[in-house]
């Protein structure tokens, strides 16, 4: 049993020395002064341990060493902790008196007390390991608690630095208090054990290998991940994009606050600190972590300020931020792709408006002329001359219907199109539709109008509803050029009122389909690459049916012929229609 108690005994005190020694170096590799108060704790508490066993009866001389190290090393726990949380400078006056004190006990102890009554000795041993414990432990109790806030590594190096001193710190008052009766070899093996249980939690707390610092991590991964995901893929600005980058930076690193410095300098965005106390710190770069971002105009970065606990951040992290720093930087380049384009459609809609409303007039005109000369007011048309106005009236209404699409495209951008809804029946404008259309039917064509006896009544806007049904009837007649019969029926079923317009014409791809309703969508094949269009009619009339609770649908069948369906809610369903019309939707 005695040999098992020595081996134990060996075993713990190597186990410090093996941790002070790689504190030691680690110290030596990446000098900080947080890690050399620690490196000093526990290079000390290996001192001690090793010094327990070189002599059963120590002279006084090395029991006084012995005694001062052991204290000197709950006191530069406690400077580690003033490294990260400054303490009050009263704090530290008592910090400092106990440790006068005690010291002054502690050669007491070895020297003069060296052969008094076991009480005595009890009495001042009791002292040493309460100075000990107090100085050891407020750090261990206040790390604790800071770590509440800490991101997930930080939160357990913290706690698992706390749990090995308390340790420590709990076995020795039971040393202490138990005196005699711990002294069984059960007894010692049970504390010696338990006491190399911090040996690793310490260890780990200081050098987390990365398997355990990603363990740690799992937990907020997630959350960071859809975090980064929004961040880069649902920023809608560049600003919007560095200030959230920043945020999840700093995050990520456990840091203070952080920035991010564009290419030519200037600060893009700060979290955790103000502007120009940030500009500040790009000139003196000690306290801060950067990681390089490859941005289009040049080389900025991303940097996070050191708070009271990242000096205890490994190079993993350190690797993290800087392939966080890459795709902030690839974000950034999309949002600002992303912008440009933002940029041009604006600017293209703007000419829209322009160009359709400056062309509005001078159609006017012409379409007045036009009437005119068919009416014989301006004289009488010989049969060559009214053939040419018959054309001419056909190419004034395609004129005219591709400004007021683009006008309309136009106002629907900028939000500014008002509906003015009333009860309409759906006949009528399917009637007046059919009218509208007919110079563009040639003999080839054959238009049938299939409606209901009963009337089809929808709370619609009756011209712009109108209007769906002219581009649909000029599409089919449009992209049927070897002729064909094309139908227009009207039906009401279910609270839905229908307006089916089939053409025996091209038909379209099924693969083609969802480019149809697009802004500017045209499909454009052999068949379909001679016809004019604007790409903007369909776009518009699902966009003006959807605005009014319904929706366009289409089946179409390649070289067979198409059927557009316009669906709106009938009066008297309520708005509600709109969901049993989105619902019914088979094609689109
Ligand atoms: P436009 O006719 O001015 O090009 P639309 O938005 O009205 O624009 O139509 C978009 C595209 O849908 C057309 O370019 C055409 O390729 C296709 N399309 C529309 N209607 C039909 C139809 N009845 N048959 C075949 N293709 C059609």
């Not at 006056?93 to 102890?109: D, H, T, W």
């Not at 040393?175 to 939690?201: F, I, K, N």
């Not at 991964?221 to 560095?242: C, H, N, T």
Request: charged letters at 20%; glycine letters at 8%; one cysteine or more.
């Amino acid at each position: 049993m005695t040999l098992a108690v020595t081996l134990a005994r060996d075993l713990t005190a190597a186990a410090f020395i093996a941790l002070g020694a790689a504190i030691a170096y680690r110290w030596y590799r990446d000098r900080g002064r947080a890690q050399g108060m620690l490196a000093l704790a526990l290079i000390s508490l290996a001192a001690v341990a090793g010094l327990g066993r070189v002599e059963e009866q120590p002279p006084a001389v090395l029991s006084i060493v012995e005694l001062v190290l052991f204290l000197l090393s709950a006191y530069f726990v406690l400077l580690f902790r003033n490294e990260f949380i400054p303490l009050g400078s009263g704090a530290f006056q008592v910090a400092n008196a106990l440790l006068g004190a005690s010291i002054v006990i502690a050669v007491l102890y070895a020297t003069v007390f060296s052969a008094a009554p076991a009480v005595w000795r009890t009495l001042l041993a009791l002292e040493l390991v309460l100075a000990w414990a107090i100085l050891s432990g407020e750090p261990v109790v206040r790390l604790w608690l800071a770590s509440n806030s800490l991101p997930p590594v930080q939160k357990a190096r913290l706690r698992y630095l706390s749990f090995g001193f308390a340790v420590l710190i709990v076995l020795l008052i039971v040393a202490v208090l138990g005196g005699s009766r711990l002294q069984s070899p059960v007894a010692v093996l049970v504390t010696q054990l338990v006491a190399l249980v911090a040996v690793p939690a310490i260890y780990v707390s200081l050098a987390p290998p990365s398997l355990v610092r990603r363990i740690w991590r799992m937990g907020e991964e997630d959350a960071l991940r859809g975090a980064m995901q929004d961040l880069l893929i649902f920023s809608p600005s560049r600003q919007v994009l560095a200030e959230r980058a920043v945020f999840w930076g700093v995050r990520l690193l456990g840091g203070k606050a952080g920035f991010m410095v564009d290419a030519d300098g200037k600060m893009i965005a700060t979290a955790g600190i103000e502007p120009d106390r940030a500009a500040a710190l790009v000139a003196s770069p000690e306290r801060v972590v950067r990681a390089p971002m490859h941005l289009r105009e040049g080389e900025g970065y991303l940097a996070v300020i050191a708070g009271s606990f990242t000096p205890i951040f490994g190079s993993d992290e350190i690797s993290q931020l800087n392939a966080y720093a890459n795709s902030v930087s690839a974000g950034l380049h999309r949002v600002a792709v992303t912008e440009r384009m933002a940029q041009l459609e604006q600017t293209k809609s703007e000419f829209l408006n322009l160009a359709s409303h400056e062309l509005r007039g001078p159609i006017t005109v012409i379409r007045g002329y036009v009437s005119m000369l068919q009416g014989g007011l301006l004289g009488h048309l010989n049969e060559r001359g009214q053939k040419a106005v018959a054309v001419m009236e056909a190419k004034v209404l395609e004129m005219n219907e591709v400004i007021e699409e683009m006008i309309e495209s136009a106002r629907l951008e900028e939000g500014g199109l008002t509906l003015r809804r009333v009860p309409s029946d759906l006949r009528e404008l399917a009637r007046e539709a059919a009218d509208i259309v007919a110079p563009l039917v040639d003999p080839n064509h054959r238009v049938v109008l299939d409606l209901p006896e009963r009337r089809v009544r929808a709370n619609v806007d009756p011209e712009r509803t109108r209007t769906i049904v002219v581009n649909l009837l000029s599409n089919a007649i449009k992209y049927s050029p070897s002729g064909g019969e094309i139908t227009c029926q009207v039906r009401s079923r279910n609270g839905i009122a229908k307006v089916a317009v089939t053409d025996e014409g091209i038909g379209i791809a099924n693969e083609n389909l969802g480019v149809l309703f697009t802004r500017f969508g045209r499909v454009l094949t052999p068949e379909t690459e001679h016809l004019k269009g604007t790409g903007l009619g369909l776009f518009l009339g699902r966009q003006l049916a959807r605005l009014q609770g319904g929706d366009i649908l289409v089946t179409s069948v390649e070289g067979k012929g198409s059927t557009f369906t316009l669906q709106l809610p009938t009066v008297g369903s309520g708005e509600d229609a709109s969901a049993s019309v989105g619902a019914d939707a088979a094609t689109a």
